[in-house]
């Protein structure tokens, strides 16, 4: 068993900009999650990959979209970032969709000035 | 929206003593509760779920959990902890059942003196 491995760490870049964040999964798992983590250090679910398809799309903004090449790959792009933006973004896997066991990166920074 | 609130960032309990951490909720809807854990170096772990029926749910390890909805409450207890309960502990609400929509509160880390 490894992990779950997110880059970059940090990002810092300019409202407008476009920013990639990349996750890959070693673990096999067949589900894969984009969270954000708010102000309040909340952990919401942004979106939910299962076997490169998209099972789960929450309510963000149609700037935010993910892109899975195949089960151990799930990355965001941003098109245009706006202030509020700024979080720390996690990516996480799980064996199957129920969440019973989630994995979760060490996350990435966003800051948008 | 929906939110979790866990008001304790750490708890220091003795081996053997009960445990209980507590956590809050915010959902217009139906609420499904969950409570996670994580041990050093590992995953979240699911220790249990609340969907519907005895607000009492029984989970691993000898945890249970008690939703009171007059409270909007789901707090997490144990009779007697083990140093080996020494961990991060979430709670978690979601709009359905099956757990891919969660919202996590920050965690409460418990450390268990022997």
């Known amino acids: 068993e490894t992990a779950v491995f997110q880059t970059p760490n940090y990002h810092v870049t300019q409202v407008g900009n476009e920013v990639s964040f990349n996750c890959k999964q070693t673990?096999?798992?067949?589900?894969m999650y984009w969270y954000k983590q708010d102000s309040k250090k909340l952990l919401k679910i942004m979106f939910s990959?299962?076997?490169?398809?998209?099972?789960v799309n929450e309510t963000v903004p149609r700037r935010f979209s993910p892109q899975s090449s195949d089960k151990a790959h799930l990355n965001l792009r941003i098109k245009s970032v706006e202030p509020e933006d700024s979080a720390v973004y996690l990516c996480?896997?799980?064996?199957?969709?129920?969440?019973?066991?989630?994995?979760f990166g060490h996350g990435t920074k966003l800051s948008v000035l | 929206a929906q939110s979790v609130t866990q008001p304790d960032a750490r708890v220091t309990v003795s081996e053997g003593a009960s445990l209980q951490l507590r956590c809050k909720y915010s959902?217009?809807?139906?609420?499904?509760l969950f409570w996670y854990v994580q041990y050093p170096r590992q995953g979240l772990q699911l220790l249990l779920k609340?969907?519907?029926?005895?607000?009492v749910v029984q989970g691993v390890n000898g945890f249970e959990a008690e939703f009171i909805k007059s409270n909007s409450s789901f707090h997490l207890r144990k009779a007697s902890v083990h140093w080996s309960d020494s961990a991060v502990y979430f709670c978690?609400?979601?709009?359905?059942?099956?757990?891919?929509?969660?919202?996590f509160g920050i965690g409460t880390r418990v450390l268990v003196r022997p």
């Open positions: 996480a896997s799980s064996p199957g969709q129920g969440g019973e066991r989630l994995f």
């Open positions: 673990l096999g798992h067949d589900t």
């Open positions: 990959y299962n076997n490169k398809q998209l099972i």
């Open positions: 959902y217009s809807g139906t609420p499904y």
């Open positions: 609340y969907y519907s029926g005895d607000p």
């Open positions: 978690a609400v979601s709009p359905n059942s099956a757990g891919n929509k969660l919202t």
